[in-house]
T-cell receptor, first 114, second 112 residues
Framework: ETGVTQTPRHLVMGMTNKKSLKCEQH?????MYWYKQSAKKPLELMFV???????ENNSVPSRFSPECPNSSHLFLHLHTLQPEDSALYLC?????????????FGPGTRLTVT | QQQVKQSPQSLIVQKGGISIINCAYE??????FPWYQQFPGKGPALLIA?????SEKKEGRFTISFNKSAKQFSLHIMDSQPGDSATYFC???????????FGTGTSLTVIP
């Protein structure tokens, strides 16, 4: 595997289900991110982990719960979602340092909440 | 408040033509402006980026023009090709920061 991988690629879940999204980066980076991509809206940064520590939580509802067990893996645990949470969820990673933090994105998980 | 505004939402260009996408930002603390390209089924990937100390940056057929006083920057794709058909996002951040603010995206279609 290379780059940033995400599983599953597609997920359909009911509003009472609990599911998890998984992200793995194979780039040796030390920062990981969750973004939400909805049609006609800017990419929304949800969570930032620097060196496995959460540094940003951009007012994301508690029904989204991130977990970063190590610098290569990132999870997004989902429970009691709403239909408006249907979107493409993108994971990204970057290398913290003195220069720009180029984001390397995975292909995303297309989530549909029914 | 949307930190970065992008237009147009969609763009159709003939093969060989010039594609132009515009972005405007609010926060004068931003000093790094990347453009990302996203193909269907893929995540966005960095295409080209600029800092405010230059007014233009060119990489192959892709050029960023930057107007610091107007707080605007644009992507020009010269000799557009069908393979350039994708969604393009502008973004802004602090050079050493890792919080990016993205535009809403422009869906580009290049007609053969």
């Amino acid at each position: 595997e290379t780059g940033v991988t995400q599983t599953p690629r597609h997920l359909v879940m009911g509003m009472t289900n609990k599911k998890s999204l998984k992200c793995e980066q194979h780039l040796g980076h030390n920062a990981m991110y969750w973004y939400k991509q909805s049609a006609k809206k800017p990419l929304e940064l949800m969570f930032v982990y620097n060196f496995k520590e959460q540094t940003e939580n951009n007012s994301v509802p508690s029904r989204f719960s991130p977990e970063c067990p190590n610098s290569s893996h990132l999870f997004l645990h989902l429970h009691t979602l709403q239909p408006e949470d249907s979107a493409l969820y993108l994971c990204a990673s970057s290398q913290l340092g003195a220069g720009p933090q180029e984001q390397y994105f995975g292909p995303g998980t297309r989530l549909t909440v029914t | 408040q949307q930190q970065v505004k992008q237009s147009p939402q969609s763009l159709i260009v003939q093969k060989g033509g010039i594609s132009i996408i515009n972005c405007a930002y609010e926060n004068t603390a931003f000093d790094y402006f990347p453009w990302y390209q996203q193909f269907p089924g893929k995540g966005p990937a960095l295409l080209i980026a600029i800092r405010p100390d230059v007014s233009e940056k060119k990489e192959g057929r892709f050029t960023i023009s930057f107007n610091k006083s107007a707080k605007q920057f644009s992507l020009h794709i010269m000799d557009s090709q069908p393979g350039d058909s994708a969604t393009y996002f502008c973004a802004a951040s602090k050079y050493t920061g890792n919080q990016f603010y993205f535009g809403t995206g422009t869906s580009l279609t290049v007609i053969p």
